[in-house]
């Protein structure tokens, strides 16, 4: 079954898009690396300064309220503490409460979040100011814890020195040389982070819109690392194209010094190394052809003499005036004679067809008509071992004297290799003609059918020894490629070989011979 490629799957395949692709791959890879860096330092920076900012607003707050308070306090104080926090944030949104040696917090606003557990075991396992991020309502806060401390023996009043920076509450680490003791206050305050969110928000979109105008940007110098990988690799595939048909004489430019370029000069040197070693085998090719028509020549004149002298020989032999011994010497050399004589001519045979110098003259004819004088100038007609199959006509364009060898070499060939009767059998499927000639023998070991038209080839270990040159298959192809024709050979399934024949119909009646 014939397949066919799609050209976009071809395309989508092919190393140009796999270049670009890997290249904006990696630039993708490089923008959203640097992107998830920055993103992640200015997120940092962001909140980090969101978070400094509150703790020293707070203190500051803080220094100023905490004087004023009386210790211990109520929860009236505490309420109005954290009432006057609240009112003194002003745009941060402060919602404080506070409480007094481990007690609940206390609040003047009622939407103030819960201080997280955390925060508060922080802030009096510590004694120092803790902050932490925290979820409430869907939206980010920030909470902070701050200790208040006595500032001198009179009982005033006032914050720690100490600043937390962890997201996860725990306390920092560094402490005031001139903090007092704790007064057992500590105030919580949380203020929502939108505007901070909204700030990490822009930069999230920012990196967004950058992103697409900077594929963009590294498609430019993509397409160009392609084109200039795949042009030199381009010019090697029209290269190897061209050697494949034939011109070993094709030698590439091979500029720079890269991998490609030492590639390139590979090439030639394979294409010179093909180029010389194809000039040396038709060389020898050819000297082998004109070897084998000169000696198949010079063979004919002394081959012509001893067949007039093997005649004469056979004539005595035939008459009796020949001892016994001799002969049978006759005959036997009589024999090789004419073994001999055939040989050389399908070796002459064999080197027209090299030199494509073999003749040919087609006429219309019914092929019923050329098997029937195959077999009768062969004496296969009467004798019963070959049986002619001829049900309808068969009008074909050929050269009679060319097909008459074929069949002559494959009824041969299945009465020499197989068992009697052999089927000679014509048979029209719409513009083609096939003959097939099938025997009745063992049939073709499997391991000869690739080489059964290969010139002396003969499959002696599997059938009887034969006298032929070994060239007769051969030459049976060659003249039915040269009537534009098929040979094959296939065994039968019932047992025997068969050849089959394939011709194309002609067009006009057929005439006669």
């Given at each position: 079954?014939?397949?066919?490629?799609?050209?976009?799957?071809?395309?989508?395949?092919?190393?140009?898009?796999?270049?670009?692709?890997?290249?904006?791959?990696?630039?993708?890879?490089?923008?959203?690396?640097?992107?998830?860096?920055?993103?992640?330092?200015?997120?940092?920076?962001?909140?980090?300064r969101?978070?400094?900012?509150?703790?020293?607003?707070?203190?500051?707050?803080?220094?100023?309220?905490?004087?004023?308070?009386?210790?211990?306090?109520?929860?009236?104080?505490?309420?109005?503490?954290t009432?006057?926090?609240?009112?003194?944030?002003g745009?941060?949104?402060?919602?404080?409460?506070?409480?007094?040696?481990?007690?609940?917090?206390?609040?003047?606003?009622?939407?103030?979040?819960?201080?997280?557990?955390?925060?508060?075991?922080?802030?009096?396992?510590?004694?120092?100011?803790?902050?932490?991020?925290?979820?409430?309502d869907?939206?980010?806060?920030?909470?902070?814890?701050?200790?208040?401390?006595?500032?001198?023996?009179?009982?005033?009043?006032?914050?720690?020195?100490?600043?937390?920076?962890?997201?996860?509450?725990?306390?920092?680490?560094?402490?005031?040389?001139d903090?007092?003791?704790?007064?057992?206050?500590?105030?919580?305050?949380?203020?929502?982070?939108?505007?901070?969110?909204?700030?990490?928000?822009?930069?999230?979109?920012?990196?967004?819109?950058?992103a697409?105008?900077?594929?963009?940007?590294?498609?430019?110098?993509?397409?160009?690392?392609?084109?200039?990988?795949?042009?030199?690799?381009?010019r090697?595939?029209?290269?190897?194209e061209?050697?494949?048909?034939?011109?070993?004489?094709?030698?590439?430019d091979?500029?720079?010094?890269?991998?490609?370029?030492?590639?390139?000069?590979?090439?030639?040197?394979?294409?010179?190394?093909?180029?010389?070693?194809?000039?040396?085998?038709?060389?020898?090719?050819?000297?082998?052809?004109?070897?084998?028509?000169?000696?198949?020549?010079?063979?004919?004149?002394?081959?012509?003499?001893?067949?007039?002298?093997?005649?004469?020989?056979?004539?005595?032999?035939?008459?009796?005036?020949?001892?016994?011994?001799?002969?049978?010497?006759?005959?036997?050399?009589?024999?090789?004679?004419?073994?001999?004589?055939?040989?050389?001519?399908?070796?002459?045979?064999?080197?027209?067809?090299?030199?494509?110098?073999?003749?040919?003259?087609?006429?219309?004819?019914?092929?019923?008509?050329?098997?029937?004088?195959?077999?009768?100038?062969?004496?296969?007609?009467?004798d019963?071992?070959?049986?002619?199959?001829?049900?309808?006509?068969?009008?074909?364009?050929?050269?009679?004297?060319?097909?008459?060898?074929?069949?002559?070499?494959?009824?041969?060939?299945?009465?020499?290799?197989?068992?009697?009767?052999?089927?000679?059998?014509?048979?029209?499927?719409?513009?083609?003609?096939?003959?097939?000639?099938?025997?009745?023998?063992?049939?073709i070991?499997?391991?000869?059918?690739?080489?059964?038209?290969?010139?002396?080839?003969?499959?002696?270990?599997?059938?009887?020894?034969?006298?032929?040159?070994?060239?007769?298959?051969?030459?049976?192809?060659?003249?039915?490629?040269?009537?534009?024709?098929?040979?094959?050979?296939?065994n039968?399934?019932?047992?025997?070989?068969?050849?089959?024949?394939?011709?194309?119909?002609?067009?006009?009646?057929?005439?006669?011979?």
């Open positions: 079954m014939r397949r066919f490629r799609l050209p976009f799957r071809s395309a989508a395949r092919g190393l140009r898009v796999r270049l670009v692709v890997a290249f904006l791959l990696a630039a993708a890879f490089g923008a959203l690396l640097t992107a998830g860096l920055t993103f992640h330092r200015a997120r940092a920076a962001i909140l980090d969101a978070e400094e900012t509150a703790v020293a607003d707070l203190r500051t707050q803080l220094d100023s309220l905490a004087p004023d308070l009386t210790l211990p306090p109520t929860a009236e104080d505490l309420r109005g503490l009432r006057q926090i609240d009112q003194a944030g745009a941060r949104a402060w919602h404080a409460s506070a409480s007094y040696r481990g007690g609940e917090p206390v609040t003047a606003s009622p939407g103030t979040p819960p201080v997280p557990d955390e925060l508060r075991r922080a802030v009096e396992d510590s004694g120092r100011a803790v902050h932490q991020r925290t979820e409430h869907g939206r980010p806060w920030l909470a902070l814890g701050m200790p208040v401390a006595y500032t001198d023996d009179s009982g005033d009043t006032g914050t720690d020195a100490g600043t937390g920076t962890d997201a996860d509450a725990h306390a920092d680490t560094d402490t005031s040389a903090a007092g003791s704790l007064s057992g206050l500590i105030v919580y305050a949380a203020f929502p982070l939108d505007d901070d969110r909204a700030d990490i928000d822009a930069l999230v979109t920012a990196a967004e819109a950058g697409v105008p900077a594929l963009a940007l590294a498609l430019v110098p993509a397409l160009f690392a392609a084109r200039s990988v795949l042009r030199p690799v381009r090697l595939r029209h290269g190897a061209r050697i494949a048909a034939g011109e070993l004489d094709t030698r590439l091979a500029p720079g010094r890269d991998e490609l370029a030492d590639l390139t000069r590979s090439f030639n040197t394979m294409a010179e190394t093909l180029d010389r070693d194809a000039a040396e085998l038709r060389r020898l090719e050819a000297g082998a052809r004109r070897f084998a028509a000169d000696v198949a020549h010079e063979l004919r004149t002394p081959l012509a003499a001893m067949a007039a002298v093997t005649e004469v020989l056979d004539e005595d032999a035939a008459s009796g005036v020949l001892p016994a011994d001799t002969e049978d010497a006759v005959r036997l050399i009589s024999e090789e004679v004419r073994a001999l004589a055939r040989t050389v001519e399908d070796l002459m045979e064999v080197s027209r067809f090299d030199a494509k110098a073999a003749p040919v003259h087609r006429e219309d004819v019914d092929l019923r008509t050329l098997v029937t004088k195959t077999l009768q100038l062969r004496g296969w007609a009467h019963g071992r070959v049986r002619a199959d001829l049900p309808e006509p068969a009008p074909v364009r050929v050269d009679p004297r060319r097909i008459d060898v074929v069949l002559g070499n494959l009824v041969a060939n299945a009465l020499h290799h197989g068992r009697p009767p052999v089927t000679v059998a014509v048979r029209v499927r719409g513009d083609r003609v096939r003959v097939t000639v099938t025997d009745r023998g063992p049939g070991p499997d391991e000869a059918l690739p080489y059964v038209f290969d010139r002396f080839y003969k499959a002696d270990a599997a059938r009887p020894r034969s006298g032929g040159s070994g060239l007769g298959l051969a030459i049976a192809q060659e003249n039915a490629a040269l009537n534009d024709g098929t040979l094959t050979a296939a039968h399934p019932d047992g025997g070989a068969v050849f089959t024949l394939t011709l194309p119909s002609a067009a006009s009646s057929p005439g006669t011979t």
